[in-house]
């Protein structure tokens, strides 16, 4: 049993985590933070749970924990993340303190980067691409839920080298933005849609267009610290009134002539094998689908009429998005099959 921390427990992502790996045979849950519920049973924060465990101080569970799991706002992570390597723990950060390289990332958070050398031992940990690195990782940098939709949905274009650029429109339910999450009160969310960060604005399309850069200066197997080519994006964010799940539908700029045969035999073939993403020949991905699952579902789309590729991708921000592939990410890096504790299939209606 390795001995596992969460930092950041009652938050969307925590409690997710919690939820994931109360059922995982490999782990042994040794403690919670949190500042708001410090010395108070878990179900102060999550009604949902029957009593086990009383939320403590960062410092205890950093003092117990073999891997830590840090789900914090952005910046902390750059703080906490060489006081739990010190101490000889590992660490799987859902923040984007270590997914983009330090200049990159002052530029588009607006945060001084606090340990920059770190970013160069960080793996990142999108397992369907990096699944070979994860195995000796000490620290994980976990992508975020439009990520981590949008490089799937275009990943095996890229790995093809055939994608230049891409214009995708995103739908995130409003769990997205955290329990603390700004403009989301319920009167001003519900029976509303509104895009946000538009204009090339968001801080998620430098990860994107690295992710897929890589791919196509790499090819399919890639490495985190390997070549990037250019790939550009326009990327238009929307706010949903619901409470979980991304969709994302993209309209890829591709080179050669595609037909729906060819594009379903790339996709076929790039995820065979793959044990939580599903390429749909007939249907179309949908939030609910996935709703509480670790699967992506995605679609590639031929409209012969314009002779535009399309994609479409689904997917639940806080288990595939984020708590879930941080618990692929930790069966990697323990050597564990790599499906342990995390649902291929979600809940209905
Ligand atoms: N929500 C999503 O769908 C999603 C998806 C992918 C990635 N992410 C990323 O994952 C991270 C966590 O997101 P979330 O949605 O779980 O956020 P959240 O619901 O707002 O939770 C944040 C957690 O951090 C703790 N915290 C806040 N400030 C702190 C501080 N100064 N020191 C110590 N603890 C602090 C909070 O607990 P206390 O206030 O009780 O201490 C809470 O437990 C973020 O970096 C986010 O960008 C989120």
New binding site residues.
Partial sequence: MVRVGI????????GELIRLLKAHPGVELVGF?????EGKPLSA?WPQLWDEGLFAT?EEVLGRAEVVFL????G?AMELAPRALEEGSRVID???DFRLPPEVYESWYGIPHKSPGLYREAVYGLPELHREELGGARLVA?P??YVTATTLALAPLAAEGVLQGAFVVGLSGV???????EGTFFAEVNENLRPYRVGGTHRHIPEMERNLGRLVAQGPRVKTHGPVGEVRLSFVPHLVPMTRGILVTVEAEVDGDWNQGTLDELYGDFYVGEPFVRVLREALPETKGTYASNRVDVKPLYEARTGRVMVFAALD??VK??AGQAVQNLNLMLGLPEETALPKEGLWP
């Fill in positions: 930092i950041g427990a009652s938050g969307y992502g925590g933070s949190s500042r708001k519920h924060a960062l789900a914090l706002p952005n902390l859902l923040s984007g976990n975020g839920c769990s997205g933005a955290g329990r603390g999450g921000n806080l998005g984020m």
